[in-house]
């Protein structure tokens, strides 16, 4: 076996143990919301969903891509300082090749991963306090504000190109 297989049998073996902690998780989570509410919750208003749905969105991105969030990820990757040619100091940041912590760092990684994990933490604590709703609303909130900005972001690369597209045609 070379190197490459050993590690993605490392990884796959991680990965299969994530999934497991993921389902144990799911399964106290239920077990916990039929204790506390007498009994799982079957359904939900549309705002409700929708406020949830972006409280997941806005929560996987803060994990996944903000700066803020980074040196949260950093716990998940290796590190090397080095001088560039100027004598600054930088700092390279690489995933470990094997282990949880590239299992971890592969989920910060992947908005659709992370997003798995968003989408179970946020319902369910939407579900088992109402004290939840203000930090779901906040997070809802942030994330049409982050949409806005994605949005406007957009257009303006989009007319940025076509006006150095129209330059470049005139030129």
């Not at 490459?4 to 239920?30: A, P």
């Not at 799982?40 to 705002?47: E, G, Q, R, V």
């Not at 590239?102 to 968003?118: K, V, Y």
Request: hydrophobic share 50%.
């Amino acid at each position: 076996m070379n190197t490459e297989e050993i590690t993605r049998n490392d990884q796959n073996k991680w990965s299969v143990v994530f999934s497991f902690l993921y389902l144990v998780i799911f399964l106290i989570g239920v077990m916990l919301l039929k204790k506390v509410n007498g009994d799982l919750p079957t359904s939900i208003p549309l705002f409700d969903l929708v406020i949830i749905t972006l409280a997941a969105f806005r929560l996987t991105r803060l994990f996944v891509y903000d700066h803020i969030m980074q040196f949260f990820r950093d716990f998940f990757l290796d590190k090397e300082e080095y001088k560039d040619e100027r004598g600054a100091t930088q700092v390279r940041r690489f995933p470990p090749i094997t282990g949880p912590r590239r299992t971890i760092n592969d989920l910060l990684s992947c908005p659709w991963c992370f997003g798995m994990w968003a989408g179970l933490l946020i319902p369910f604590f939407y579900f088992l306090s109402p004290y939840a709703w203000f930090v779901i609303l906040v997070f809802a909130i942030s994330g049409v504000a982050t949409l806005f900005q994605i949005t406007a972001n957009l257009i303006g690369w989009n007319a940025e190109y076509k006006k150095r597209k129209t330059k470049a045609k005139y030129d």
